[in-house]
């Protein structure tokens, strides 16, 4: 029996969109965890009206609105980022005139970043359109909402000490 898009609960899937997943990833969490990580993506990349700016973006920048400086190495733990794929966002970042670079005084062979005054500004007005963007989650998930981020945050913990699969 299907459900008229009228009749469904927020967040539903269409029972079209169903059909197109492959069986094999039907339940599989790791896959409905990224289709749901693009989605959100998406909608907060559409929310800025800026094609070029990607959406992991807003938490570097509002990680480095908190601190004063910070190597890409903590920038990668607090944000939960692979080293390898942080560093090209804070090269696009650097390119866009977000951040700086500066030489880390405590360690020669490495850098801190920190936001420039254009950092500062685009992070304030992306925040103004992530909390929006929340609303919009916290109405989706609803009073499941801390369930889900018990059970997301089980699943950073236990995977994030895992360095192996």
């Known amino acids: 029996m299907s459900v008229k898009s009228s ?3 927020v967040g539903e899937m ?3 969109n169903k059909d197109l997943i492959p069986a094999i990833f039907q339940n599989l ?3 409905h965890l990224r289709v749901a990580q693009e989605a959100s993506f998406q909608a907060f990349a559409r929310a800025t009206g ?4 990607k959406p992991g973006w807003y938490s570097l920048l509002t990680v480095l ?4 400086s910070m190597t890409p190495s903590e920038l990668s733990r607090i944000c939960g980022r692979d080293r390898s794929t942080l560093t090209s966002s804070l090269k696009g970042l650097v390119t866009r005139g977000l951040i700086e670079r500066r030489g880390n005084p405590e360690d020669q062979r490495s850098y801190n970043v920190r936001l420039t005054e254009e950092g500062r500004q685009m992070q304030e007005r ?7 963007h929340d609303r919009r989650l916290d109405e989706i998930a609803g009073e499941d909402k801390a369930v889900l981020i018990a059970v ?10 895992e360095r192996d699969f």
């Not at 800026?50 to 700016?53: G, N, P, Y």
């Not at 992306?126 to 929006?132: C, E, R, T, V």
């Not at 997301?152 to 000490?161: D, E, N």
């Open 7 to 9: 009749e469904r609960q």
């Open 14 to 16: 269409p029972a079209e």
């Open 29 to 31: 969490i790791g896959y």
């Open 50 to 53: 800026k094609a070029d700016l």
């Open 65 to 68: 609105a908190e601190k004063e």
């Open 126 to 132: 992306l925040h103004i359109i992530a909390k929006a």
């Open 152 to 161: 997301l945050g089980r699943v950073a913990a236990a995977l994030g000490a």
